[in-house]
């Protein structure tokens, strides 16, 4: 039987990237998928179809994940449509980059809400329908820049830190109803987001990483679906870093 055979599953933010790595790990499992982006166009339509191929059900819904009434919309379409959720992986968000005294009031507020803010919105809306169900988890993606900051970043690793208080505050209040919550803190993974540095920078991220090289989304997936199943069924409150050991 595979891992996650009759879940069914919620990425945030899943049209492309780290999100659609988790959809695509979780489906091959055999949970059926539900994932958000702001818009389904050509990437998410995309997306469906490569989850649809491994014999899974699955929809895409065009939410706005800081808007809290569309959170709630949204979960409420995916349970009409799927029957329920077991799964919950907050995993949209955005970057605006900048040094401290830089940084606009706009680029702190957008980053804070699509990053942390949307997190706690479909955990709001997400947790009743798990304790109905009789248990869930919970996976908030988060970074090690939430662990250690990061200079120039200071929105998003607030927003990540943010991740990981939340993931261990929901653990401790929906422990008693079987709900467990962790976080996943990527290092250096390679996406279109890292691509896009100059290759300078790139290396001199590596050398900082005891095993010399980038991870990928899938290593971030593995990481997913472990937290998803049975075989973490004791794991509640934690933080698993997915860095090369970048950050010890």
Known sequence: MKLLEGKVALVTGAARGIGKAIALRYASEGADIAFTDLAIDDNGRATEEEIRA???????????????DEAHKTVEEVV???????ILV??????????????????WDAVIAVNLKSAFNFVHACVPVMMRRRGGSIINMASVVGVHGNAGQANYAASKAGMIALAKSVAQEMGPKGIRANAIAPGFIET?????????????????????????????????????SNLSSYVSGQVIQVDGGMNM
């Open 54 to 68: 491994l014999g899974v059900r699955v929809k895409g819904y065009a939410s706005n994940a800081a808007n809290f």
């Open 80 to 86: 009409k449509d799927f029957g329920g959720l077991d």
């Open 90 to 107: 907050n995993n949209a968000g955005i970057t605006k980059d900048g040094l401290m005294l830089r940084m606009s009031e706009a680029q």
């Open 192 to 228: 279109a987001m890292t691509e896009a540095l100059p290759d300078s920078v790139r290396e001199e991220w590596k050398k900082k990483i005891p095993l010399r090289r980038g991870g990928t989304p899938d290593d971030v997936a593995d990481v997913a679906v472990f937290l998803a």
